[in-house]
């Protein structure tokens, strides 16, 4: 891999593009640019493995808050798909075990130290002779709506992710054989024999205010973009009452109890129509409702929302009639349609991207069954409504590539699940 040119960079694009390179040059490079004053000191984990919760997905509790008090992700994240190298064994899932209670004992699980997942596809459980019990909603990944042209057919993916790009690097690193110690413990097992990565199916990105508009060196991203925007469509998102909870996407019977579904998809993203020849008012029709650019309810970035992206009742039924009398509708509000009772059912945690030296996004959704999340993604595309693509939401922005279906397995059935755990 050849690394990013230091010089024509600052520091926080350098290290970003270090995590999309991966590698371990790319981790050399990384520790040697913290060197000095600006050493990271990365909080330990833990010996106890009782004292971190029985779900995987369980992050929100560990995890910083914003000043209106939505949980904040970490600003690094690397999705490492993996293949398995050997039949699932008792040997290879003790394996698996010792190498993720590795990365445990090393890393505080929070955004300074290391928050992960690993999910398992269902050309994974393909290979038993059981099935997934009836509990378990984990469908091989398909177009929904016709609009992608390729799948994760790998075996598992690992989600990892921190505020400090050394310790995504050097977690994924040390799970292969590539370095000797996880943030000065000694690498007891690793992964090697087990898996393998998939390189070319590796996938990176970031969120956070200000990191967006660090790439504008992109192809694709304009200078228009804001400054201070967390996301490269511009906007805030993740409003605590506009996100499932994580009780709400678990899994709560069954031999997967405590497990949740995850769903990938990897999109590129139009960005210079969106910011260089719509205005911000359309931008918020189109991201929002008409109604939130009228009221001017959200702000340059979102800065107005608080815990919210301002749905009610009533505007999310007025998305016909918003298409009808003024032509154009919100994605938010199409999308809010798929809730149930009110709720909404999926647990977003994507981030923006360049990897490729494109822009776009790694939407990942956690719900309770892969149903839920095509429900709502149903609902978003508005086939039902009277008004042209440009105004329909942000349908004719975005581009899906891939998508990817995924079992986020109980911490204690993590190392390579059997089918049919009973």
Known sequence: MTLPDRSA????????????????????ACLSENDGDEAVDVPSGTDDPDSLPARQHAWNEFLS???????????????????????????????????????????EWSNEGLV?????????????????????????????????????????????????????????????GERDEFNGREIETDLTGVFERVDDRRRTGFVGRGLPADHT?????????????????????????????????????????????????????????WFEQDSQHQRVQKMFSPKHADEGAVGRTGEKLATTNGLTDERIAATESDASDHGVVGHAQKAARGREDGKPPLLRRDFSTVDDDRPGVHFLALQ??????????????????????????ITGYIFVNRRGNYLVPPRSLRALPPADPT
């Open 9 to 28: 960079l600052s520091r926080r694009d350098y290290l970003r593009a270090l995590v999309a390179v991966g590698g371990a040059s790319a981790l050399s």
């Open 65 to 107: 808050r914003d000043d209106d008090g939505n949980v904040q992700l970490p600003e690094h994240h690397v999705l490492t798909a993996l293949s398995l190298s050997t039949e699932p064994s008792d040997d290879a899932r003790g394996q698996v075990e010792d190498a993720l209670r590795g990365l445990e004992r090393a890393y």
């Open 116 to 176: 992960f997942t690993i999910g398992y596809t269902p050309a994974y459980f393909d290979r038993f002779d059981g099935s997934l019990p009836d509990s378990v909603d984990l469908p091989a990944p398909e177009p929904i709506v016709g609009d992608a042209d390729a799948f994760d057919e790998f075996d598992a993916v690992l989600h990892l992710a921190s505020d400090h790009p050394e310790v995504v690097l050097e977690a994924e690193e040390g799970l292969f």
């Open 217 to 273: 060196d992109v192809d694709g991203v304009p200078d228009s973009i804001p400054d201070e925007a967390p996301s490269l469509m511009g906007f805030r998102s993740g409003f605590t009452e506009s996100q499932a909870t994580e009780d709400r996407v678990t899994i709560t019977e069954g031999p997967f109890e405590g497990a949740t579904t995850q769903h990938v998809s990897s999109m590129g993203l139009n960005l210079r129509q």
């Open 368 to 393: 309770e069954g892969i149903e839920e999340f095509a429900r709502v993604r149903r609902a978003m595309e508005g086939d039902d409504l009277d008004v042209t693509n440009l105004n329909n939401g």
